[in-house]
């Protein structure tokens, strides 16, 4: 089924078997718990919350709204150190012909390491958030760094990124043109390329960045049993290449095979690679051109990654396109919540999913998609704030000054 309503795209499958194989193989427990006891011997790890939002469940009439809060992670403001980190360790392990084990963090940041497998350089791309964590770890680890940005990231993040000790370059064009002239320049100067997408002959440490976001995974199934619910029924994620979106669709049908949650893919409808891939339904993944201009940043990439698109053409239930005052609206709900429910610092890639799930519920133009979905008071639905206010400018303009405003004729009437 596909449809266009209050300017929100979408397409949902007729519910079919589910291949699992691919997610079964990359994205099991036993992946999880690897990356969770790496990430555990982090300097300042703790466990992200999930936080619940009960009032806004029952104003919405489902059984109850979970978000898995990364902001917190690591004083990062993002998740994605997660995977950055990981990928980092696995790569090291691999140098040192010990790939399989359980590193300590403090050996890999040894001398004795450093003699071992030399002055390595890690480069990457990226909009803000991958960038940081990449820097992050790799200056705890004891090496340097190259971040590429594109010309549009804001002065904000491009300063993250700095401040933990990477090399920034700036290059025209958009996050697409990064990864691509990054890949060129790695080559020309030896460096490691660590990135959160795929291409031709580059997927093992694209698969260990999406193996490392499993640690939140991991920890949001142990908080879910602590209150006594065994899985989530349905799943918002957001999509940029599509790396965090295949890592926890894949996780849930590696753990729950065909009882799998109902997922739901949220991109930004300037930059919807993965829509766009779903919608030609020819299996491959498709490339979106033009500027990208979205106020979600971290979801501003035109080429999916083809190694999660194996993933989420197999395994994702629906995909979604909204524009940016989707964003901005959710953003506002994290920041004025219900009385009773918690305050959460969400930016605009981080809360593009529970606007799209709220418009969703609210406006009965969008009530073939909601039943499609199966969105009602038995509902058990998770999102991951993916980041926090990595944009400071931006993120009062939003909050305080009404920036990206729901037009009038879709305001809330509940």
């Known amino acids: 089924m596909t449809g266009t309503q209050q300017e929100i795209s979408y397409i949902v499958r007729e519910p079919h078997e589910k291949n699992v194989e691919l997610a079964t193989k990359l994205f099991s427990m036993k992946h999880a718990h690897c990356a969770r006891r790496f990430h555990k011997q982090m300097p300042g790890y703790r466990m992200s919350p999930l936080q619940g939002l009960p009032n806004l469940a029952t104003m919405f009439g489902v059984g109850g709204i979970w978000t898995k809060d990364e ?55 990226t909009d803000g958030n991958h960038g940081r964590g990449i820097a992050w770890a790799a200056k705890r680890l004891g090496f340097k760094c190259v ?49 959160d997408t795929s291409w031709d ?9 999406m193996q490392g976001y499993l640690t939140l995974l991991a920890e949001a199934q142990e908080q879910f049993s602590g209150v006594g619910i065994v899985k989530p029924t349905h799943l918002f994620i957001q999509a940029g290449v599509g790396a965090l979106a295949a890592s ?48 979600m940043a971290g979801l501003a990439c035109g080429d999916p990654s083809p190694i999660a698109w194996e993933v989420l053409k197999e395994d994702a239930d629906a995909f979604i396109k909204v524009p940016d005052y989707i964003a901005a609206k959710g953003m506002r709900m994290y920041a004025t919540p219900l009385n009773g429910d ?3 610092i969400s930016g605009e890639s981080g809360a593009v999913t529970l606007g799209a799930f709220a418009s969703i519920m609210q406006y009965p133009e969008l009530k073939e998609l909601k039943d499609a979905l199966g969105l009602n008071k038995e509902s058990q639905v998770l999102f991951i704030n993916t980041e926090g206010n990595t944009d400071p400018v931006h993120f009062r303009q939003i909050i305080w000054e009404g920036a990206n405003p729901v037009p009038k004729q879709y305001w809330i009437n509940l």
Do not use: M
Request: hydrophobic letters at 40%.
């Open 342 to 344: 918690p305050f959460i």
């Open 248 to 295: 926890v669709i894949g996780f849930y049908h590696a753990l729950f095979g065909q009882n799998a949650p109902k997922c739901i893919v949220v991109e930004p409808d300037q930059a919807p690679c993965i829509y766009e891939s779903a919608l030609a339904n020819d299996g491959q993944p498709h490339t979106v051109t033009g500027a990208l201009d979205t106020i």
């Open 147 to 195: 971040i590429y940005v594109h010309s549009e990231t804001s002065v904000r993040r491009i300063d993250a990124i700095k401040s933990n000790g990477a090399k920034v370059v700036v290059i025209d064009g958009n996050y697409d043109d990064a990864v691509r002239q990054v890949a060129i320049d790695a080559e020309k100067n030896g460096w490691t390329i660590i990135s």
């Open 71 to 125: 902001s917190s992670r690591l004083q990062l403001n993002s998740f994605k150190v997660l995977g950055g980190s990981f990928a980092l360790y696995r790569y090291l392990q691999k140098q040192l012909g010990i790939l399989g084990e359980d590193t300590p963090f403090a050996y890999l940041a040894s001398d004795e390491v450093k003699e071992k497998v030399g002055n390595l350089i890690f480069a990457s791309a």
């Open 201 to 209: 002959n580059y997927t093992e440490i694209p698969t260990w960045i």
